[in-house]
């Protein structure tokens, strides 16, 4: 079995790959590299720069799998690829903790975007029955003062 990789994966990756298959790793190929030489292989591993079009998959006689070394498979032209009976797989937990991990980042961010108000009478910000202490408002504070 041969194995076409055409975008930088984890080493260790490249070796479970090589204990099993004969593995090809060649990175920035044009399409019509990829193209001449698709034919060759058994399986084909991509992340997301490479297109992986009906033309190549038309190409492509012993195919037989494209994995997407990630989540999202638009760059793969699932319905031709059925048509021909290649497989396409993905890792759809491959970066949920980096993805987890900035949306928390982003939140906390959040707590640092505040305007610094200085003091201002009571009454012009907000009815008499209200108390209101805060002197430092967010965006949407800022943006509800201004209306």
């Keep these: 079995m041969k194995v076409l ?4 994966i984890y080493d260790e990756g ?3 790959l090589s204990s099993y298959a004969q593995v090809d790793v060649k990175l920035e190929l044009t399409p019509e590299e990829i193209l001449s030489i698709i034919g060759d292989y058994d ?3 991509v992340r997301s720069q490479t297109q992986v079009s009906a033309k190549v998959i038309g190409a492509a006689k012993k195919l037989q799998v494209i994995a997407r070394a990630g989540i999202g498979v638009d760059n ?3 319905e031709e690829a059925t ?3 290649i497989v396409v797989v993905n890792a759809p937990t491959g970066n949920t903790i980096s993805a ?3 949306a928390i980042a982003l939140m906390l961010s959040l707590n640092s975007i505040r305007i610094w ?4 009478p009571l009454m012009s910000i907000a009815p008499r029955e209200t108390k209101c ?3 430092c408002w967010t965006w949407a504070g800022q943006a509800a003062l201004e209306q």
């Design 100 to 102: 987890a991990e900035h």
């Design 133 to 135: 202490s805060s002197r």
């Design 117 to 120: 108000r200085p003091p201002i």
């Design 83 to 85: 048509r021909h009976g």
């Design 43 to 45: 399986a084909l591993v």
């Design 14 to 16: 490249i070796d479970i």
């Design 5 to 8: 990789i055409t975008e930088p």
């Design 76 to 78: 793969i032209d699932i």
